[in-house]
């Protein structure tokens, strides 16, 4: 069985400060996928890494995939109340049709 | 917006109910998700349907079943309501052909279970 794991499972924090959001697995993901997901909306992506090593910039958020495509990080600098929601990651495998989704990080930003 | 749309939004029913819950896909795009995300979960993989066929199953039984249409629109079916169905379904659609790896999410329904 395939299993994504987050952490930290909850995260409050002050507005401006960093954070780091992890998504481990024992698994081999040939992709691996973080969305962001507001109440009532569903999953909305945010980036895909598919290269072991690969890191993207998008703004203030920094994704990186590990060099053996096991895990990945998202990290956000100077976090804003408008990052407040859900962050899931998902990985896909090269056999599969499937995205398999970690449980989620909730994140609330205080201003 | 994903260009994805579901309906209803919300839904409340009894256990042993039977429920339809129908997605339309994003123009253009012949594959079809349906995700089960229970509360503080993140989202289960369903099944998903490609050009009218079902070409993948998650652990989920055989009460769970779907339809996709001409149009690439899709239905979820579900039988004999239990109160563990109670979740947000996902429907995600994606094209085919390079470059088309990325699924656009649907807002979901919400299904109560009593």
């Known amino acids: 069985t395939q299993l994504l794991e987050q952490s930290p499972q909850f995260l409050s924090i002050q507005e401006g400060e960093n954070l780091t959001v992890y998504c481990n697995s024992s698994s081999v993901f040939s992709s691996l996928q973080w969305y962001r997901q507001e109440p009532g909306e569903g999953p909305v992506l945010l980036v895909t890494v598919v290269t072991g090593g690969e890191v993207k910039k998008l703004k203030r958020l920094t994704f990186q995939f590990g060099d053996a495509r096991k895990d990945s990080s998202l990290h956000i600098t100077a976090a804003q109340p408008g990052d407040t929601g859900l962050y899931l990651c998902a990985g896909e495998t090269d056999s599969s049709y499937k995205l398999i989704f970690g449980s989620g990080t909730r994140l609330l930003v205080r201003p | 917006e994903t260009g994805v749309t579901q309906s209803p939004t919300h839904l409340i029913k009894t256990r042993g109910q039977q429920v339809t819950l129908r997605c339309s896909s994003q123009?253009?795009?012949?594959?079809v998700s349906w995700y089960q995300q229970a509360l503080g979960q993140g989202p289960q993989f369903i099944f998903q349907?490609?050009?009218?066929?079902?070409?993948g199953r998650g652990n989920f039984p055989p009460r769970f079943s779907g339809l996709q249409f001409p149009n690439y629109s899709s239905e979820l079916n579900v039988n004999a309501l239990e109160l563990d169905d109670s979740a947000l379904y996902l429907c995600?659609?994606?094209?085919?052909?390079?470059?088309?790896?990325?699924?656009?999410f649907g807002p979901g329904t919400r299904l109560t279970v009593l």
């Open positions: 123009s253009g795009h012949n594959t």
């Open positions: 349907y490609y050009r009218e066929e079902e070409n």
């Open positions: 995600a659609s994606r094209g085919s052909g390079p470059g088309t790896d990325t699924q656009y």
